[in-house]
Nanobody
């Protein structure tokens, strides 16, 4: 499978904002859902946000009210708008494409660092 491609990570001060982008334009497969996960040093990977093909969105409790996932169906692209960032949001953020029967495809990850 062709993996999705993430971009948009970087270093930001606490309280700042970043937007991550995940492009699945390289794949011809159906998208069941697009997800953002993150993994902090020494921690397991956690689901941050998800947008299903229906448009329904779900969020981890830790980011509700601060992060918004959106998508451009025609461009096969998902975005993660992150506001009011905290140092505990520091992690590698991964895009995951749920391709249903064809399984999941993961991006290479993009580093987000929030300094206090």
């Amino acid at each position: 499978q062709v993996p999705p491609v993430e971009s948009g990570g970087g270093l930001v001060l606490a309280g700042g904002s970043l937007r991550l982008t995940c492009s699945d334009s390289g794949s011809m497969l159906h998208i069941n859902a697009m997800e953002w996960h993150r993994q902090a040093p020494g921690e397991g990977r956690e689901l941050v946000a998800r947008v299903a093909a229906s448009g329904k969105t779900t969020y981890a409790d830790s980011v509700k009210g601060r992060f918004t996932i959106s998508r451009d169906v025609a461009k096969k692209t998902a975005y993660l708008h992150m506001n009011s960032l905290k140092p505990e949001d520091t992690a590698v953020y991964y895009c995951c494409i749920d391709r249903g029967f064809h399984g999941n495809a993961w991006g290479q990850g993009t580093q987000v660092t929030v300094s206090s």
